[in-house]
């Protein structure tokens, strides 16, 4: 079984007519790592790698994960609603948003609905009713009806749904920027702390996804929000944890763990239950960003014993539970004993949230590999051969 990101690798290196030795030379790994990698036999599966490969092809990191196929075997329902989003962002950016100008607290309890339905993964939902609030948001937002509160929406709405949908199912880095850009523009007319971090978060994922984890981190690092509130302690809990993440990709080890200390004191005083701007911050929350953070710095061990201190029935919402069986899945497929016991992992992750699977490009690297190990003729190899179909890989 081939991997499509190995696939990829391996056409860009023989396109610039280079070698293994060269390649990898320049990214800092081994050419036999390399080859695993182009053949499947290895998942590719950290930021860092990513960015440090591209940097040797001389390639954006988006020319190596590329972007899912737009339709998985089998279909994803939400797939149908992508073009009315882009139209959507697409008609706001030329300033003719063509929506309703309806009162901010209708707008409201629509965009509330929607992040609700987001963090249910009911991402089908999401994409049929994002559209005309993007339309109405902005419209409403140029007649200058209940302004403040409408700009609080669009930071919330373009973050927390609009970027975060867009990602989940697997649409261009590119078209979830323009979210970003929305958001941050109406961060900045708005000109509240809290806000301001909000879009830094949206636009600090942004960054990493491109590679950019410098000016990332300089982002993270810019937002203020305090910790005056309970709101401001989750908010700034949340940059906290992207730090870590960030300082992961970076190999900072000393800025890595110190953000991930900052942002396990803070949760802690929080407690579980909040779900201030739809982060669901918490100390099982920041069980699962410590799993993922110790994934990017290759800690695979580690990530499953941090698994195994956090219970997932506490996690606030499917998407966050969703997380906690993908990076357990993630991290236990490294070790040949325990691969069965990462099926598994993947097979809940993907009955939760089946886009998280199918359109991630780590988890279809993770099951190319996992598929290219051999798979037993039990329930867990039909299991996994499942899930790599339904993925859109070959099988």
């Known amino acids: ?40 036999d290895r ?8 960015v440090a490969l591209a940097n040797a092809l001389e390639v954006a990191p988006s020319e190596i994960t590329g972007a899912a196929p737009a339709i998985t075997m089998g279909g994803l ?96 880095m590119d078209l979830a920027w323009q979210a970003v850009s929305l958001a941050q523009r109406a961060a900045e007319r708005l000109d509240e702390p809290l806000y301001g971090a909000v879009s830094a978060f949206g636009t600090s994922f942004g960054l990493i996804g491109a590679g950019g984890f410098d000016m990332a981190a300089r982002t993270l690092a810019a937002a203020a929000p305090g910790t005056a509130t309970s709101a401001d302690m989750q ?27 900052h942002a396990a004191d803070l949760a802690v005083h929080v407690g579980e239950g909040n779900n201030a701007l739809w982060f669901g911050f918490g100390p099982s929350n920041v069980g699962v960003w410590r799993m993922s953070v110790a994934l990017e710095a290759g800690e695979h061990a ?38 069965d016991e990462a099926v598994m992992m993947l097979r809940r992750a993907e009955k939760i949230s089946p886009a998280r699977i199918h359109r991630h490009p780590f988890m279809r690297s993770i099951l190319a590999e996992l598929v290219a190990k051999g798979t037993k003729q039990d329930a867990v190899g039909r299991e996994l051969r499942g899930m790599a179909y339904r993925s859109g890989l070959r099988v």
């Open 235 to 261: 908010v700034s809990g949340m940059l906290s944890l992207t730090s870590s993440l960030v300082s992961a990709a970076q190999k900072d080890n000393t800025q890595r763990v110190a953000a991930l200390d």
């Open 43 to 50: 998942a590719l599966d950290r930021r860092s790698l990513v």
């Open 77 to 172: 329902e939400e797939d149908h609603s992508l073009n009315q989003v882009r139209l959507a962002l697409l008609a706001v950016s030329m300033g003719d948003p063509r929506g309703e100008v309806l009162p901010g607290e209708a707008l409201m309890v629509r965009a509330a609905d929607i992040l609700t339905k987001q963090r249910e993964c009911d991402y089908a939902l999401v994409g049929t009713l994002l559209p005309q609030l993007i339309r109405d948001l902005h419209a409403t937002l140029d007649a200058r009806r209940d302004e403040r509160e409408v700009l609080r929406l669009l930071v919330t709405t373009h973050v927390q749904g609009t970027q975060a949908w867009l990602s989940d199912i697997g649409a261009s």
């Open 302 to 339: 580690d990530a499953i014993k941090i698994a195994e201190t956090v219970d997932p029935t506490a996690l606030p919402t499917p998407t966050r539970r969703s997380a906690y069986y993908r990076e357990y899945g993630r991290a236990l497929a490294r070790f040949p004993k325990r691969r």
């Open 1 to 40: 079984m081939s991997s499509p990101i190995g696939n990829r690798l391996r056409e860009l290196r023989k396109a610039q007519g280079k070698s293994l030795t060269v390649i990898s030379g320049l990214a800092g790994i081994s050419p036999s790592y390399l080859s695993r990698l182009e053949s499947g």
